[in-house]
């Protein structure tokens, strides 16, 4: 009975991240890099909930066999953390697309995680990390803080990453996010100071848990064909941003996709959500990560960015145009790629809805330009 009460906490665990897992599976775009990173923690969690619930039923009981595989087992169980710690800064990495400081980030980590890895698979042997007693019973080892401090260590550095990069999401956004790094590290100092105490693995089911509410809405938040903001979550963010205009000027830019009609009734709707997303691709690959980028409906798309000036904004739209020309001379598409583009720059405040409108006509007397060429 004492066993099955240190155990319920992660038995309630795993049910339910099995049940998110389950649900994930059938519901998240596997194709994305965050959602695979997910997916891969959650399993790992899974196993680790399991395997301390069954180190915790075997501890104790007299038999050789037991002994050694209580010592499978636990070899098993002290491996998972530096993986958990390395897929936490895996999923940093894919939140803000760090680009080189991301990539430092992965080289630093490396070698403590390898190192951890490296005490775990021989502690058995050595007892770095744990030992078992004659009376099968487990004891820390020596190296154990070192561990400790290692695995940590790396769960705060994908921390430091999201902090930031703070200002590019949203209040709620941010503090979610903060909550599935912070609870690994609560659970774990927690079962530190209070040994029987199960806590880090459950916490850490429970922020993955978090984590799927956070997916969901950026399943809502997102456009599913394109990548771009939804109109609805456009809003929010720039909102954000036009707060910080009296700041810092505000570049926005509306830009409309030429001809689209056309290759909808020409090539049909299928290759028509191809140029869509290739349209998306493109503008997306020019843009700064601080940079919003929307579509607010059908071929229409809005990027907000921070700028020094107008000269700014305009080197923005002629590095879009850019790539859209590279692109049509490499494509073999039956089409052309192009778009026609109105762009302003707010250095006070406005009201978004006129700011909007006022790029818009912008962009629409660029068009009509166009035709009379």
Sequence with gaps: MKVLMQISGNLVAFILLATVVRVANRRLEKRDQFNKLFIGACRLVLAALFLEALVCVLDGRSSAWVKNLLQILFTMLYMLPPVLAWLWVLLARALTDDGCQSNRLMSICWFPVSVSLGMALFSAHFHWLFFIDDSNVYHRGPLFPVFLMITAGCLLMGFVVLVRHRSTQLRGDFTLLGSIYLFPLLGGALQVLFCGVLLMWSLTAGSLMIMYMYLQERMIQIDSLT???????????????????????????????????????????????????????????????????????????????????????????????????????????????????????????????????????????????????
Excluded: W
Excluded at 229 to 243: D, E, N, V, Y
Excluded at 267 to 287: K, N, P, T
């Design 227 to 373: 990548g771009a903001l939804t109109r609805l979550s456009f809003g929010q963010h720039f909102s954000k941003m036009a707060g910080k205009c009296r700041k810092e000027p505000i570049g926005i830019l509306f830009l409309d996709l030429d001809e689209f009609k056309a290759i909808n009734d020409r090539y049909g709707h299928l290759e028509g959500d191809a140029a869509l997303r290739a349209f998306s691709e493109i503008v997306r690959s020019q843009l700064r990560k601080s940079d919003v980028f929307a579509r607010l409906g059908g071929d229409e798309f809005v990027i907000v960015a921070s700028v020094g000036g107008q000269e700014d904004l305009q080197a923005i739209k002629r590095k879009i145009e850019s790539a859209l020309e590279g692109y049509n001379q490499t494509s073999h598409k039956p089409y052309r790629l192009e778009c026609s583009i109105g762009s302003k720059v707010f250095d006070n405040y406005f009201r978004v809805q006129a700011a909007l409108a006022d790029v818009d006509r912008l962009m629409y007397e660029q068009k009509q330009a166009k035709k009379t060429v």
